[in-house]
């Protein structure tokens, strides 16, 4: 049998795909770093079995699966196939068993289905939010004309009329006016154009956690839970913030602030093999703004990040627009889940292989 060494494990570690290879005897010589993000553990000096990780009906399968590419020295594939761990979480995948000869290794691919559905649903959401804001954008540029031509007439007429109660109407006339043309403006200004340089994630999230307790004046339970280990970033710090603040301003309009029991919390972490954009990327920075609000409804989840959609008498529905768009122009994305009790919106953020040098180095 060849020695594993032998194994350009640089070009397999970028692959999304989880690779598992085996040898004769089914233990396990290596995995690669998304089977490492799925459970799977390379112990080069205990080498165990494959089956350690499975229930016996999954471990007796995929065993099966083995025996027949070993006869037929060819790959065996399984589709949708129920993966069911020792602890009895379960998963779907496509499953392929491959045989080398050469090498008498026994190589086992994974990829979820789930995944999948997850790249579906990333890219059908990036592609409804850009529809969206440039929907937005075109009735907000049609919308600003007329709102010039009404502020206007009513400065004239404010000029014209001396009496206090049409001076009172026409004011409030002027006002609504200029805050209606404050939100048109928002929305056909882009984001600005980004200073990009490296800046760090958990210095940029101490400034959300200070402006947000400020905005309060007083302290609420606001929680951090960091990962200190995560590289710097490269982005625009300052856009950055703005993003984050929005979202946890959002939350911060969700929940009781005066209950001692709720909170919210805003924690970072490296995340494997996840889709932004349509496109899965194998090692990204994720931050989570968790809160244990109502939720959102179900009704409106799937436009939360449409310019003017809010579920607040006083919202103007651009905060998780703007958010979007800040994070859209760093390569990212934001999704988010959401029931009564639960809500989480997580920024996901590409790593580079320079950004994660440091960290392998480390």
């Known amino acids: 049998m060849a020695d594993i060494k032998q194994l350009d494990t640089g070009l397999l570690?970028?692959?999304?795909?989880?690779?598992?290879?085996?040898?004769?005897?089914?233990?396990?010589?290596?995995?690669?770093?998304?089977?490492?993000?799925?459970?799977?553990?390379?112990?080069?000096?205990?080498?165990?079995?494959?089956?350690?990780?499975?229930?016996?009906?999954?471990?007796?399968?995929?065993?099966?699966?083995?025996?027949?590419?070993?006869?037929?020295?060819?790959?065996?594939?399984?589709?949708?196939?129920?993966?069911?761990?020792?602890?009895?979480?379960?998963?779907?995948?496509?499953?392929?068993?491959?045989?080398?000869?050469?090498?008498?290794?026994?190589?086992?691919?994974?990829?979820?289905?789930?995944?999948?559905?997850?790249i579906i649903d990333s890219s059908k959401m990036a592609s409804s939010q850009k529809i969206a804001a440039n929907l937005a954008r075109t009735l907000a540029h049609e919308v600003k004309n007329p709102l010039s031509g009404i502020k206007g007439s009513a400065q004239l007429l404010n000029s014209k009329l001396n009496d206090t109660f049409s001076s009172k109407f026409l004011k409030i006339i002027i006002d609504e006016t200029d805050r209606l043309n404050s939100i048109v403006s928002k929305i056909l200004t882009p984001p600005k154009k980004p200073n990009l340089e490296p800046f760090n994630i958990h210095s940029a999230l101490e400034r959300v956690h200070s402006l947000a307790l400020a905005e309060q004046n007083k302290n609420f339970n606001l929680i951090r839970d960091y990962d200190p280990s995560i590289p710097d970033i490269y982005g625009d710090e300052n856009l950055f913030i703005?993003?984050?603040?929005?979202?946890?301003?959002?939350?911060?309009?969700?929940?009781?602030?005066?209950?001692?029991?709720?909170?919210?919390?805003?924690?970072?972490?490296?995340?494997?093999?996840?889709?932004?954009?349509?496109?899965?990327?194998?090692?990204?920075?994720?931050?989570?703004?968790?809160?244990?609000?109502?939720?959102?409804p179900a009704d409106i989840q799937e436009q939360v990040f449409f310019p003017m959609m809010s579920t607040k008498d006083d919202g103007s529905g651009l905060g998780l627009s703007i958010a979007q768009d800040i994070i859209r122009i760093h390569g990212g994305s934001i999704a988010f889940s959401s029931k009564p009790g639960n809500t989480i919106f997580s920024i996901l953020l590409p790593m580079s292989a320079i950004q994660l040098k440091g960290v392998a180095n480390a």
């Open 242 to 296: 703005h993003a984050v603040l929005n979202i946890v301003k959002n939350a911060m309009q969700a929940i009781n602030i005066e209950n001692e029991e709720s909170f919210i919390t805003i924690s970072s972490r490296i995340a494997y093999s996840k889709p932004i954009n349509g496109k899965v990327f194998s090692t990204i920075c994720q931050i989570d703004i968790i809160d244990n609000g109502p939720g959102i």
């Open 13 to 118: 570690n970028h692959l999304n795909t989880e690779i598992i290879i085996l040898d004769e005897s089914l233990s396990i010589l290596w995995v690669n770093d998304s089977a490492l993000a799925n459970g799977w553990i390379n112990d080069t000096k205990n080498q165990s079995s494959y089956s350690k990780f499975f229930c016996p009906k999954t471990e007796q399968e995929i065993k099966r699966v083995i025996n027949m590419a070993i006869k037929d020295r060819k790959s065996v594939t399984k589709r949708d196939f129920e993966l069911i761990s020792n602890n009895n979480a379960s998963r779907e995948v496509d499953l392929t068993v491959s045989f080398s000869p050469k090498y008498e290794w026994i190589i086992i691919e994974v990829m979820s289905v789930d995944n999948l559905n997850k």
